[in-house]
């Protein structure tokens, strides 16, 4: 079932915006979580070896979500074990992503959404895959409602989990995964339209134009 306008008025009756979905199952770990990143706005600009380790990391990166999405296409599993990154934080990425799995397929109906991490363009970064296996990209009400619950938990996961790096958002349904392509957001920008809403300065209709406008569709390399 294709839900539009009702799923509209469900967001404003349960406040996804304004209150916390569901508890969370665990609270974070200030002596062993990883340290809260800083945003990229005021980072130095990387040069010389700095920088040849950034691109090494991103074209890693771009591998290891290449491998994800073949995954989804074939329709094997990748386990963010067998990634380059340490048990400890892939048993944390694993954790969120299952949360926001949780929190998403509680309030969509008409589609099952799976979410994935992977790593992500930074070194210890992760960047969250979450994709259906129906065309509901390309169907406009169940689109904008899909769209809408899932910044509303990415952005919702990074504010309550300050001290995981989430990087970005790579959206894609069943076509965008057989044409090997994703829509890209960024993670911050998620939490920033979020918490927006959140605040009443920010209308759902603006929400939704915002979110449209930081989508970037990119072809994701075999």
Excluded at 9 to 25: N, Q
Excluded at 57 to 79: F, P, Q, R, Y
Excluded at 194 to 216: D, F, N, P
Aim: net charge neutral; charged share 20%.
């Amino acid at each position: 079932m294709l839900i539009g306008g009702g799923l509209l008025c469900f967001f404003l009756f349960i406040g996804i915006y304004g209150v916390t979905i569901l508890p969370e199952s665990t609270k974070p770990n200030p002596s062993g979580g990883r340290p809260a990143s800083t945003a990229a706005t005021n980072s130095p600009t990387p040069t010389g070896n700095a920088a040849a380790a950034g691109t090494a990391n991103t074209n890693e990166s771009t591998a290891v979500l290449s491998k994800v999405i073949s995954g989804m296409i074939d329709g094997t599993n990748v386990a963010l074990a067998d990634l380059p990154v340490t048990k400890a934080d892939a048993a944390e990425a694993n954790r969120i992503a299952g949360e926001m799995m949780k929190n998403i397929n509680s309030l969509v109906d008409f589609t099952v959404t799976m979410c994935v991490p992977s790593t992500g363009r930074t070194p210890g970064s992760f960047s969250m895959v979450i994709f259906t296996k129906d065309p509901l990209l390309h169907i406009e009400s169940s689109k904008k409602a899909w769209l809408l619950t899932v910044v509303a938990v990415a952005g919702q996961a990074c504010g309550q989990h300050p001290e995981f790096r989430m990087d970005q958002v790579i959206l894609a349904d069943s076509t965008y995964i057989k044409q090997h392509k994703g829509l890209f957001a960024e993670a911050a920008r998620c939490q920033f339209l979020q918490t927006e809403v959140k605040g009443g300065r920010m209308t759902m209709e603006k929400l939704y134009e915002e979110i449209l406008g930081a989508l970037v569709e990119k072809k994701i390399e075999k």
